[in-house]
């Protein structure tokens, strides 16, 4: 597995004269603390400490790590998150950028753990390596993914709190039985589904 160390010594050698770093990591299982170097060094903002995020990523691309190998591609947000609900897995984790063109990148995070399926996608803009302007809006979805988490104990855990905050496409958050149905879910439509639904699992 590569680790951020090695990451450095990597870039360090494969810097060029004009001052880039060239590293490809697609493919390669790195750590949790690689990812986030990799995502900090594009522009991303830390990810929250107290979280006991998975070790174990593979490197879809240079910008984008995920607990398990996806189908989906991850601008197809809405898919990306119905496919971790199918999934068997009871933890899995998508971070970082994803797109196309120039203008259509955003930055990705999906989590499910126990009672919770949460999915932020947050529109960047500009080409992959220059997406900073989202800096802040991926702080924030940091912040609400930390009190998801410090609410979980509340979630009837029969149920799972699926939420998708996009920029690009759905807004809407909904509780899934664990075997049920994603397409007849009682789905609530709001421009900011991350609030609603943790407005709602803090009030339980």
Known sequence: MTDATEIELVAAADEGEDGDIEVDLAGKRVDFETAMTVLTGAGAPPAPETIDWPEDLLA?????????????????????????????????????????GVNSWAFHLVWRRGALLIGFQTATGGAMMTARTGHDSVAASWDMLRRFEAAAEKAPQEKILAVIDSDIGANRWTWLDRNGDWDGADWTETPIAGLAALTAIEAL
């Open 60 to 100: 879809l691309n240079n910008l984008c790590f995920a607990s398990w190998s996806p189908l989906t591609a991850p601008y197809r947000f809405e898919e990306l998150l119905r496919e971790a609900f199918d999934s068997p897995e009871e933890e899995a984790l998508l971070i970082g950028y994803d797109g196309y």
